[in-house]
């Protein structure tokens, strides 16, 4: 089981950049893939992106490619998303996930059974 903690959430302009930062608990962190998701209001929570179980692998959605970046740091128990040239449209409440796996890089919600509790973005035009 791992409980997952979000920061790093704010307030920032179009063309901004902003990291937020996953925290795990518990001892079996690297047994995890890890995915990032967002939902605005009215919306559905949708895919941003995930990395592996070591790190190696990445996948992220076609609205955020080229802008976001995961990495993560199993020493640590820590997963970060780096977003850069933010738009107004990448407002929402981002979540952290954790999928049990060391295969693949999941990208469907169901594969994740831990979530943590959101951190919001909003991005002024």
């Known amino acids: 089981q791992v409980q997952l903690v979000e920061s790093g959430g704010g307030l920032v302009q179009a063309g901004d950049s902003l990291r937020l930062s996953c925290a795990a608990s518990?001892?079996?962190?690297?047994?995890?893939?890890m995915g990032w998701f967002r939902q605005a209001p009215g919306k559905e929570r949708e895919f941003v992106g995930a990395?592996?179980?070591?790190?190696?692998?990445?996948y992220y959605a076609d609205s955020v490619k080229g802008r976001f970046t995961i990495d993560r740091d199993n020493a640590k128990n820590t997963v970060s998303l780096h977003m850069n040239s933010l738009k107004p449209e990448d407002t929402a409440v981002y979540y952290c996930?954790?999928?049990?796996?060391?295969?693949?890089?999941?990208?469907?919600?169901?594969?994740?059974?831990?979530w943590g509790q959101g951190t919001q973005v909003t991005v002024s035009p």
């Open positions: 518990g001892r079996t962190f690297s047994s995890y893939a």
């Open positions: 990395i592996s179980w070591s790190g190696g692998r990445t």
């Open positions: 996930a954790a999928a049990p796996t060391r295969v693949g890089v999941p990208v469907i919600l169901e594969r994740y059974g831990y």
